[in-house]
């Protein structure tokens, strides 16, 4: 990914500290939004559990016909309305 952002720009660029720690900022904070997948591996790990807690405790994703989850037995560990809208996962 370092040599494309070098192709496009030029060669060297990213061999400076501060350029290369900007290449790594977000579009929106005027970066170029190449992020390391070492430092997405946590993030992607929480966001595909609170996708499988959801089904565990109500199966509301359609996996799961109507009138429970997997473990409603859970609900009492996560409390009631964690994953809904504006809940406290």
């Known amino acids: 990914m370092i040599q494309a952002v070098e192709a496009v720009s030029y060669v060297g660029m990213c061999g400076d500290g501060y350029a290369r720690r900007r290449v790594h900022l977000p579009a929106r904070m005027r970066g170029c939004g190449i992020r390391s997948l070492a430092t ?29 989850g997997f473990f409603d037995m859970l609900a009492p560990t996560f409390g009631v309305g964690a994953f809904d809208v504006g809940g406290h996962r």
Do not use: K, R, T
Not at 48 to 54: N, R
């Open 40 to 68: 997405l591996a946590p993030i992607a790990y929480c966001a595909c559990f609170i996708e499988s807690a959801e089904v565990m405790l109500d199966g509301s994703v359609g996996v799961v016909a109507a009138g429970g």
